[in-house]
Nanobody
Framework: QVQLVESGGGLVQAGGSLRLSCAAS????????MAWFRQAPGKEREFVAA????????KYADSVKGRFTISRDNPKNTVYLQMNSLKPEDTAVYYC????????????????????WGQGTQVTVSS
């Protein structure tokens, strides 16, 4: 069993930055790929970024590439999402999730590839 707790969300002006954290419990964290997804009101949950178990491989949605950076600290059981140059369209609830595998594949952008989810943290970007 893995429990995930996100933090770091809040209200920020367009162009600003936030850093999200996801703290995981359980011994499987360091062997699993991790990801961030987000869900805006009235929209489906969408992939944001993913990172392999070692941190050597990452994937990003085109909408955040060059602005967001995913990273992890395995000894601390924590994954991060550094968000820069935020836009109003980045407003959403952000969720971290544990992949069923340790490495990234083309399926790593799909919700069904993830088995444990956090409760989410709200990010609001004002224009």
């Amino acid at each position: 069993q893995v429990q995930l707790v996100e933090s770091g969300g809040g209200l920020v002006q367009a162009g600003g930055s936030l850093r999200l954290s996801c703290a995981a419990s359980g011994r499987t964290f360091s062997s699993r790929a991790m990801a961030w997804f987000r869900q805006a009101p009235g929209k489906e949950r969408e992939f944001v970024a993913a990172i392999s178990w070692s941190g050597d491989n990452t994937k990003y949605a085109d909408s955040v590439k060059g602005r967001f950076t995913i990273s992890r600290d395995n000894p601390k059981n924590t994954v991060y999402l550094q968000m820069n140059s935020l836009k109003p369209e980045d407003t959403a609830v952000y969720y971290c999730a544990t992949n069923r595998k340790g490495w990234l594949t083309d399926d790593s952008r799909r919700i069904n590839d993830y088995d444990y989810w956090g409760q989410g943290t709200q990010v609001t970007v004002s224009s």
